[in-house]
């Protein structure tokens, strides 16, 4: 049975033998287009992100901003991404005139599978790297997010040449049957589960892939921590997208010694975030689905609930939740919650804490709240994790200088700014050499000279 999507890999492949994706001018081009559907386009995007899950405004328009953000680095560094890079050689190669140079290549048709939980920000981010560094894309947005997806649908035509930017809208059947093809990258955001799948499928064709996965993410608030600071910041980090998102701290340990006035201090920021009655809140997003506010509400445990624990699955609605005292036994901490409900459990000991957390599967970010450079430099060396903050959260991953990305079960590969750039981008290293040199380390060897040869590798 022939492959459906067959037909739009090949005419983004043709595309790309031809070349033209490669001069700076397509490149540009192409940044453009996508800037102007964002911006002639943003109201309709933000209305789909509200009827989809209830994103309030803030959370819709940041959809829009980040990726034009990303659309001005690249305008501004491309040309000198793009250009050949110099790099050191042996001192006797150079001497004798030759010179290495590496050369940056795009890999070819891209498929970009996009997730829900940032169905506009988290499909185009990578699709602009990889246009940028001249790769023809195939963007697959999310079907559990169908608003947005339609919107995908309709007008990524008007703007883009279907050999350039293609779009494919479904669910599982056509991702299954997407991944059956040769492309020349895959970067996929979601579940580690998926990524498996997308990996193994990947495997067939030796494609090089990026996975955004997630994991539970550690949160460390110390006794020198400035609670009002952790207690704002942590509570916004949870709770936006509902806590849909990969970068939302998963759980909160917290020195014993000051515990409650931190639990005071969370509990009232987000009261006086969503208020009393978060569900009445324009600022507070629903769950993707009621299957996902009924695997969340499972969590809550009515023993250890300190703030909210109401829920409402038909109306896919978990309210801002915090469980107190949590332990490593807890539902909440077996999996990545992807909710609004966060697990808070006090520590005693630092180092015991992090090894503890480090029997766990490594995060994608981390968070530590502290005002002991001691203590912070222990955490960020012993720990593994994709990145993160210190005294902040969720910031990072929007800042164009920080490489973007997970480790391990978390995911592989990094992106954003010049990294996106080079993930996106074969690099080619090349020696140049100079045509004149007499190099003779061919054989046969007797009565040659060959350590004079092998000297200018040295």
Known sequence: MANRFQAILDAQRARFDS??????????????????????????????????????????????????????????????????????IPE???????????????????????????????????AIAALAAGNPVILKPANTTPATAALFQEYVPRYFAPEDVAVVTGGREEITELLQLPFDFIFFTGSSN??????????????????????????????????????????????AISGQWCIAPGYV????????AFLDRLKAAIVRMYGADPSRSPDFARMISERDAERVASYILPGKVVLGGRYDIPARYVEPTLLYPSDWEDPALQQEIFGPVLPVMPYRDLRALVAAIKKKPKPLVAYIF?????????????????????????????????????????????????????????????????????????????????????????
């Open 19 to 88: 070349d033209a994706t490669k001069p700076l001018a397509w490149r540009m081009d192409q940044l453009d287009r996508m800037e102007r559907m964002l911006r002639e386009r943003q109201d309709a995007f933000c209305a789909a992100l509200h009827q989809d899950f209830g994103k309030p405004p803030f959370e819709q328009l940041f959809e829009i901003t980040v990726p034009l953000g990303v659309i001005k680095y690249y305008r501004e560094h491309l040309e000198a991404l793009m250009a050949p890079q110099p790099v050191p």
């Open 92 to 126: 006797g190669l150079e001497a004798t005139g030759n010179r290495g140079v590496i050369y940056k290549e795009p890999y070819g048709v891209t498929l970009v599978i996009g997730p829900f939980n940032a169905p506009v920000l988290l499909l185009l981010d990578p």
């Open 194 to 239: 998926v990524g498996k799948v997308v990996m193994r499928a990947a495997a067939e064709h030796l494609t090089p892939v990026i996975l955004e996965l997630g994991g539970q993410n550690p949160t460390i608030v110390d006794e020198t921590a400035n609670l009002d600071i952790a207690a704002d910041r942590i509570a916004w980090g949870h709770n």
């Open 253 to 260: 340990c917290v020195h014993e010694r000051i515990a409650d």
């Open 370 to 458: 502290s005002k002991d450079q001691a203590a912070i430099d222990y955490v960020l060396g012993s720990l593994s994790f994709g990145g993160g903050c210190v005294n902040q959260t969720n910031l990072h991953c929007w800042i164009d200088s920080l490489p973007f990305g997970g480790v391990g079960y978390s995911g592989m590969g990094k992106y954003y700014g010049k990294a996106g750039f080079d993930a996106l981008s074969n690099t080619k290293a090349m020696l140049i050499g100079n045509p004149d040199l007499e190099l003779d380390v061919f054989p046969p060897y007797a009565g040659k000279d060959i350590g004079r040869s092998l000297r200018l590798f040295s």
